[in-house]
């Protein structure tokens, strides 16, 4: 009897593991609910659109709202918005791109464009946007941008929205040392160097030298003499050669000579850098629109101000454009449809509602005439600055990663404090690029 | 025993049962599953680890993979930042580990005494185990910050310091406060590990030792130390093998810096893998870390085996 039992136990045990197991197998060819691959357009089913981004504000709704009004006016398309940290969304696009599931389409990053479209991943948008009726209402700037800065490179991506990097400044330290709004590179030396007080825990500027911190050297060199400062006729760096060493001199010296940054310059990033400004550590800082809100709201808007970037003796102003886009991926489920998701996106009335949302800034020349943006100081600053701006060189480079992320954040403690010279530097950054 | 030895043998053999094959696989069988997963969860990362690290294969360069035999293991060894990384390593298990085991040794002999308020103090000993290590990382990272944070703050308030020391952003200082962040967040491991074996000592050892005139220093000697060696051995092992491996401490107070100092093996790894997209070069280093291991794991074994 007992060894029955066991007889019986044990089959029925093998019997159901097995069904188990062919339910498995049989249930993963069903699609899913959640799997969003409902195949084309045909039929009746909608064509479920996977988009990737990421938002400031990662309890802000404003890209669903945006993606609940274009699927109701879009019968047979259905977007589904995923929002994830700007890494995640590469890291995640690489190994989509790696197993063959891309999204449909996904916010990029500008640094990234270069290496996605070089595996072949992109659908190029040309052919969509030339026939836009409105293409010439696009800044040029960021249509350069979605082109990584040469005219005669496909269309990657669509232009989205911008940052413009701008100097943000104290008003009220600037009036209490009898100072005005530095324009000149040589005024800001000037200004940082009368504002700073160590004992008081005060210094004239906010140096980034952690990761990406490299932009606002770039920004400094190219003010100081030009991009041929940074970048050559054949797109080589040149910021080692001894002419141009001067520059990089001008930039550590900030820290070496003039001691006008605060000591932890050389770890200080994006958090630090709002917090010394919050906190009154530093006077000066490079950012962009996006961290306006916060500092107003923090320091009161009478003592935050922001100035387009300082001219330096070339005459010649120069600072960061810093492009977002949307980019359709050649290996969704409907380019077409994709298109037209990122083009709605890029509409004046969803760029509006997003950049009025999201804090960015307006590539379309009709949305950044509108009184909301003309009004905003910082908004303002930034699309008075818009001739000036440019893509930071060497972005489509496949070292550029790791002179952000590695060789600038870690060699800046030694060439801020004097233990590396200026030329060693400035040739280590160079060789990630060259 | 002895009277079945002495006994006649029985009449007839006895036959072993025949058992039919299915019977033979049952055991098998059922412990597939168990199989299955271990091979899917450990062997499986470890083989393809191993398969990467011996291939040119970066997720930029989908259509670009390719077998390149040694050639990621060539470049570790003949790159120098692998061999600082590896020191930087030694360093940090070196100086973390011994910290934590004096610690966490003080805490548990305290912690083994009745006094009033003993579950107390037990209870909030565990808090900085039970704290995930990316937030022990923020919180530590914003007391040690340079402009705004509470230990410079105190410092310069009695008087110690006259301006806020960089404590992350010099390399002098920087390896010295990630120790001390680890420290703080694993000894609580050492101090329960160890409060168990001090726990499992009979009272009466000491006792008869106490009636012998034995000191505490004595009685530490060749009581509690024997009977909690094994746990010692053990903890400090895994312990080892741990901290060689630990990344998000320092990922997020240092990223490895300022200049290097505290990037380790795991922090190269990370960096190569996740933003240099080379997951070939970054298997072969982690291969190497795991080789590296093994060989101190082994070394140790043989000690332990020694020591008994």
């Known amino acids: 009897m007992a060894a029955s039992t066991t007889s019986i136990s044990r089959r029925t045990l093998l019997r159901g593991a097995g069904l188990a197991a062919a339910g498995t197998a049989l249930s993963a060819c069903i699609p899913g609910p959640g799997t969003g691959s409902t195949g084309s357009s045909g039929g009746s089913q909608k064509l479920r659109l996977r988009y990737w981004a990421w938002v400031d504000d990662p309890t802000s709704r404003v890209l669903n709202d945006l993606a609940d009004r274009f699927n109701e006016n879009h019968p047979s398309i259905e977007v589904d918005v995923e929002l994830m940290p700007a890494s995640a969304v590469y890291e995640r696009l690489l190994a989509a791109i790696n197993a063959g599931d891309p999204p ?50 496909p269309l990657h991506t669509m232009p989205w929205y911008g940052l413009v990097s701008y100097l943000y400044y104290r008003p009220d330290w600037f009036r209490a040392a009898g100072l005005s709004e530095p324009r000149t590179t040589d005024d800001f030396v000037a200004a940082c160097r009368a504002i700073t007080d160590p004992a008081a825990g005060r210094y004239g500027y906010g140096l980034r030298g952690a990761t990406h911190g490299h932009i606002h050297y770039f920004i400094w060199l190219a003010s100081l003499g ?122 004046p009335e969803a760029m509006r509602i997003f950049c009025t949302e999201d804090g960015g800034l307006p590539v379309r020349q009709s949305v950044g005439a509108d ?64 | ?55 040119h294969y970066n997720l930029r360069e989908p259509d670009n993979v390719y077998f390149s035999g040694l050639d990621n293991y060539v470049r570790a060894l003949t790159d120098e930042m692998f061999w600082r990384a590896l020191r930087a390593t030694a360093i940090w298990v070196g100086a973390v580990l011994p910290i934590q085991f004096v610690v966490g040794m003080a805490i548990a002999v305290l912690m083994n005494r009745a006094f009033p308020g003993r579950l107390v103090l037990r209870a909030s000993v565990l808090l900085p185990w039970v704290i995930p290590s990316a937030v022990v990382a923020l919180l530590w990272r914003w007391l040690l910050d340079g402009n705004l944070g509470v230990v410079n703050d105190l410092l310069i308030r009695v008087g110690l310091i006259d301006t806020g020391v960089p404590w992350l952003n010099d390399p002098s200082t920087a390896m010295a406060v990630v120790v001390l962040a680890m420290t703080w967040h694993g000894m609580p491991f050492f101090a329960l590990m160890l409060l168990a074996a001090l726990q499992a000592v009979p009272a009466e ?66 960096f190569e893998a996740v933003r240099g997209l080379d997951f070939g070069y970054a298997s072969a280093v982690s291969v190497l870390l795991a080789l590296i291991l093994l060989v101190v794991v082994h070394l140790y074994i043989r000690q332990m085996r020694k020591d008994d």
């Open chain 1, 226 to 347: 030009g991009l041929d400062a940074v970048r050559g006729a054949d797109g080589a760096p040149v910021f080692q050669r001894p002419e141009h060493i001067a520059g990089t001199d001008w930039f550590l010296d900030l820290a070496r000579t003039h001691r006008v940054v605060p000591p932890t310059a050389s770890g200080d990033g994006f958090e630090q850098l709002m917090n010394n400004m919050k906190a009154g550590v530093t006077g000066t800082a490079i950012h962009h629109i996006k961290s306006s809100e916060t500092l107003v709201s923090t320091l009161g808007a009478e003592n935050i101000r922001a100035v387009p970037m300082p001219v330096g003796p070339s005459g010649r102003r120069w600072t960061e454009f810093g492009p977002s886009m949307n980019a359709v991926y050649a290996g969704g489920q409907d380019p077409d449809a994709a298109w037209e998701w990122v083009n709605y996106l890029a509409s």
């Open chain 2, 1 to 55: 025993m002895a009277r079945r030895q002495a006994g006649p043998p029985p009449a007839t053999p006895v036959r072993r049962a025949r058992r039919r094959p299915r019977d033979l696989l049952l055991p098998y069988l059922l412990l597939l599953p168990a199989c299955g997963v271990v091979a899917l969860v450990v062997a499986f990362p470890i083989a393809q680890s191993i398969g990467y690290s011996l291939h």
């Open chain 2, 205 to 270: 050892m000491y006792e008869a030792a106490h009636l012998d005139g034995a000191s505490a220093l004595q009685r530490f000697r060749y009581i509690t130390w024997p009977s909690i060696i094994d746990t010692i051995r053990t903890t400090t092992l895994l312990r080892i093998i741990w901290l060689a491996n630990s990344i998000e401490i320092i990922w997020i107070m240092t990223a490895g810096g300022p200049n290097f100092a505290t990037t380790t093996l795991p922090v190269v790894t990370f």
């Open chain 1, 371 to 434: 009184p909301y943006f003309q009004e905003n100081p910082f908004a303002k600053v930034s699309i008075d600055s818009l001739p000036d701006a440019y893509l930071i060189p060497f972005t489509e480079r496949p070292g550029y990663a790791r002179l952000a992320e590695q060789t600038w954040p870690q060699l800046t403690q030694p060439a801020l404090s004097g233990e590396m010279p200026s030329a060693e530097f400035a040739g280590h950054l160079a060789e990630d690029v060259r």
């Open chain 1, 104 to 153: 449909d389409a996904s916010a990029i990053h500008v640094n990234n464009v270069a290496d996605v479209a070089a595996m072949g991943a992109l659908h190029p948008l040309d052919q969509y946007f030339d026939a836009l009726p409105d293409k010439d209402d696009f800044v040029p700037t960021a249509v350069l941008g979605s082109r990584l800065g040469d005219e005669s490179a």
